[in-house]
C-alpha cells in the first residue's frame, strides 16, 4: 500500500493500470484526484442542514476538490453496509499533517456521519470503514489540514436498500 | 448477540520494522442501532452505538474518531500508524449509553 501511495504522489495517472481487477473504479477516482480546484462538477448543497455542517466546520473558506480519494461503490445494494475508503496524498508531517477527515452524506438522517482527528502519528491518511446509506446521495469526504486548507472528493452512490430505517 | 457486545480486536502486520507505516484494522461488536427501527411487535429499539473511539500509542494520543448510528453494525475501522516506538496500542470506543471497551495491541519490532 505504501509502495503504492509514493507511487500514486510521483506520477499519478499511470498506476491505475497496476490496480487489477479495481482499475477502471480507481482511475476515476485518480482523475478526480488529479482534478482542477472546485468548480461546475462539485455537487449542489442539498439542503439546509448539510449547508450548516459545512459553514461550522469550514466556516467561509474554500472547498477545494483534490487531495483526497473517496472509494465507494458505484451502486450499493445493501445500504446497511457500504465500504469507503478515504485517503489523501497530503504530508502528515509535523508541521503540516490533515487534522480532520469528516465523512457527510447529503441525505442521510444525520448528515455528518462521521469525523476523524488526526495526527501526524499516522503517518498517512488511509481510513476505511463501512456505513449506512439511506437513499441515493452524493457523499462528501473533506479534510482540513492544521494550516486550514480544506480538500475534498465527492462520490455519488445508488442505494437500493434503505439502511436506515 | 448482545453478550458479544464489545468484545474487539485490533490486528496490525506480524512483522513491522522501525518507522514503517503499518495498516491498523480494528473491528468491535455493537448494534450500532440508530433509533429508527421497532422491534417485531412494534416497540421502538432506541439508539445504542459507538459515539467515540480513542486511540492511543505509548503514552499519547494519536486519533480521535467521532462517530454517529449512521456507522454500520460491528464497527470496523482501519487507518495507518507509522511505527517509530515499541508500545502497547490501545483503542477505547464508547458508545451513547456510557459503556467503554478497550483492547490493546503491542507494537514490537522485528529482528532484522
Known amino acids: 500500500m505504501l509502495a503504492r501511495r509514493s507511487f500514486l504522489q510521483s506520477c499519478g495517472l499511470a498506476v491505475a ?12 477516482r485518480l482523475l478526480a484526484w488529479a482534478g482542477a480546484a472546485g468548480g461546475p462538477e462539485d455537487p449542489e448543497v442539498p439542503n439546509e442542514e448539510v449547508a450548516r455542517i459545512l459553514k461550522n466546520l469550514f466556516g467561509n473558506r474554500p472547498i477545494r476538490k483534490g487531495h483526497v480519494s473517496l472509494d465507494m461503490p458505484a451502486v450499493a445494494e445493501d445500504g446497511r453496509v457500504v465500504p469507503v475508503i478515504i485517503e489523501s496524498d497530503l504530508p502528515m508531517r509535523p508541521d503540516q499533517h490533515v487534522k480532520g ?6 441525505h442521510n438522517p444525520d448528515p455528518h456521519l462521521a469525523a476523524f482527528h488526526l495526527t501526524p502519528a499516522l503517518g498517512s491518511v488511509s481510513i476505511s470503514t463501512r456505513i449506512k446509506m439511506k437513499r441515493t446521495t452524493w457523499v462528501r469526504a473533506i479534510v482540513e489540514t492544521s494550516t486550514g486548507e480544506v480538500w475534498a ?4 452512490v445508488l442505494v437500493t436498500l434503505n439502511g436506515c430505517g | ?11 496490525v502486520p506480524d512483522r513491522i520494522s522501525r518507522g514503517d507505516v503499518i495498516l491498523v484494522n480494528a473491528i468491535i461488536s455493537h448494534p450500532m442501532d440508530t433509533g429508527f427501527f421497532r422491534t417485531a411487535e412494534g416497540n421502538p429499539i432506541p439508539a ?37 516506538k515499541e508500545g502497547p ?13 478497550k483492547q490493546s495491541v503491542n507494537i514490537a519490532f522485528t529482528a532484522a
Open chain 1, 101 to 106: 477527515v469528516h465523512l457527510i452524506v447529503d
Open chain 1, 153 to 156: 472528493d465527492y462520490a455519488r
Open chain 2, 48 to 84: 445504542y452505538f459507538i459515539s467515540t473511539v480513542v486511540v492511543t500509542y505509548g503514552a499519547e494520543e494519536i486519533a480521535r474518531f467521532d462517530w454517529t448510528s449512521g456507522i454500520s453494525r460491528d464497527p470496523v475501522v482501519s487507518f495507518t500508524l507509522r511505527a517509530d
Open chain 2, 89 to 101: 496500542l490501545t483503542m477505547v470506543w464508547t458508545d451513547n449509553k456510557g459503556g467503554t471497551f
Open chain 1, 17 to 28: 493500470a497496476l490496480l487489477g481487477s479495481g482499475a477502471i473504479f480507481r482511475s476515476e
Open chain 2, 1 to 11: 448477540m448482545s453478550a458479544g457486545i464489545g468484545e474487539a480486536r485490533i490486528r
